[in-house]
């Protein structure tokens, strides 16, 4: 009996040492000093046109396409990006070369700014064409941010005209990195 009594009040003392805790005051305003600086990375676009939709005996336009660009809709994202990157890669495995325009244009189809790539005709090997990165900041960000649409325009250069046999195809891939600052 006395050593379960023993026992009782050295769980009771252990349980109540449990409970005791230290503490100190809470510091609310370390939360101003807090920047966030999250970076997204998304696809942007991506086509893959086979040289039968092509077909035509001269150059010049042959493909165009308009897209809505709704990132810049929220307030959110507008007045916390700080930095914006465009990737573009292109492959060609047909025997003509183009040209791929991304025109920027804003609510009222104003053209904003028209970047060209340029990629060469499939001659047998490896036709991938990474282009350099399209960095927006400061003023050119600014730019970006009034984007509401963004076109597509394929452009082919004189050369051996394409009919319903002929092979091959153009593709492209694009992908976004954007930078935020939140504080």
């Given amino acids: 009996m006395k050593s379960n009594l023993i026992n009782r009040i050295s769980i009771l003392l252990f349980l109540s040492v449990l409970c005791l805790s230290c503490s100190s005051d809470l510091d ?17 676009a991506y086509f893959n046109v086979p040289a ?16 809505e660009f709704d990132a810049f809709k929220e307030k959110f994202f507008r007045d916390n990006l700080v930095k914006a990157e465009l990737n573009f890669e292109l492959e060609n495995t047909i025997i003509r070369s183009f ?24 001659s047998g090997g490896s ?12 003023q050119r960000l600014e730019l970006l941010k009034k984007t509401v649409k963004i076109a597509f325009y394929v452009r082919m250069a004189a050369g051996p005209p394409l009919d319903q046999n002929s092979t091959g195809s153009l593709k492209l891939r694009s992908g976004a990195t954007v930078y935020m600052v939140i504080e």
């Fill in 52 to 67: 039968t939709e092509l077909a035509n005996t001269g150059g010049g336009l042959v493909v165009g396409d308009v897209q």
């Fill in 28 to 44: 609310f305003n370390q939360t101003k000093d807090l920047k966030l600086e999250p970076v997204f990375v998304a696809n942007l």
């Fill in 127 to 138: 036709n991938i064409v990474k282009f350099p990165t399209e960095v927006f900041e400061n």
């Fill in 99 to 122: 040209t791929v325009d991304v025109v920027l244009l804003d609510a009222n189809n104003k053209v904003l700014e028209t970047d060209s790539y340029p990629i060469p005709a499939y």
